[in-house]
């Protein structure tokens, strides 16, 4: 009963390096999602997709790329890491229609 | 400036006291709000959702309500218990293409 695992939960950058946050659902959901939450702001979409082999920019989409490799996955790439991307990612979910999101429990980001 | 406003930002209350946080949002069109907890370090959970049509609902120590002509939205914790203690986030739905806007949380903190 995993729901929505997210690797790594911790990760410290050096400006200018890249990684890939890895997302797996294994509830048959349509929908999958990429948020950054930073202190005192709500959480912000950076990508999603709508459904496997489809994704779309979210509110906050520069300097992060995704792969919905297929229904279950779902990365999120950081081509060239900056200190403003310093913050928890969270992956999340939500099958077709009912806007209940299930989230991960969150990659905490730190680029120095 | 952001669709969901959540007051306060945060609260300390002790153990067995009652709490309301409030949500005020400006979506349009509405299609529901959904209340989440978001325990630290950890995924948002949904806690209860309210559609159009719904003035209150509750789960278990939790009660919701919904004024959709003011766009007023609380959530009222009875006898909190130190469990209680966590972000609450409000996020509201939009209709015509279940976009999601977030509120900024509001901390409750349960003292002994």
């Known amino acids: 009963n995993a729901g929505v695992t997210q690797t790594p939960k911790f990760q410290v950058l050096k400006t200018g390096q890249s990684m890939t946050l890895q997302c797996a659902q294994d509830?048959?959901?349509?929908?999958m999602y990429w948020y950054r939450q930073d202190p005192g702001m709500g959480l912000r979409l950076i990508y999603y997709s709508a459904s496997e082999g489809t994704t779309d920019k979210g509110e906050v989409p520069n300097g992060y790329n995704v792969s919905r490799l297929n229904k279950r996955e779902f990365s999120l790439r950081l081509e060239s890491a900056a200190p403003s991307q310093t913050s928890v990612y969270f992956c999340?979910?939500?099958?077709?229609?009912?806007?209940?999101?299930?989230f991960g429990e969150g990659s905490r980001l730190t680029v120095l | 400036k952001n669709q969901v406003e959540q007051s306060p930002q945060s609260l300390i209350i002790l153990e067995g006291k009652n709490c309301t946080l409030q949500?005020?949002?400006?979506?349009?069109?509405?299609?529901?709000l959904r209340w989440y907890k978001q325990d630290t370090g950890r995924g948002p959970v949904s806690l209860t959702i309210?559609?159009?049509?719904?003035n209150t609902k509750s789960n278990g120590r939790y009660t919701a309500t919904l004024d959709a002509d003011t766009k007023q939205s609380s959530l009222h914790i009875t006898a909190s218990q130190l469990s209680d203690s966590a972000s609450y986030i409000c996020v509201v739905s939009r209709s015509n293409d279940y976009k999601l806007s977030f509120g900024a949380g509001t901390t409750v903190t349960v003292r002994a």
């Open positions: 309210m559609t159009f049509s719904e």
């Open positions: 509830m048959n959901h349509n929908s």
């Open positions: 999340a979910s939500n099958p077709v229609g009912t806007g209940e999101l299930f």
């Open positions: 949500c005020n949002y400006t979506v349009s069109p509405f299609s529901n």
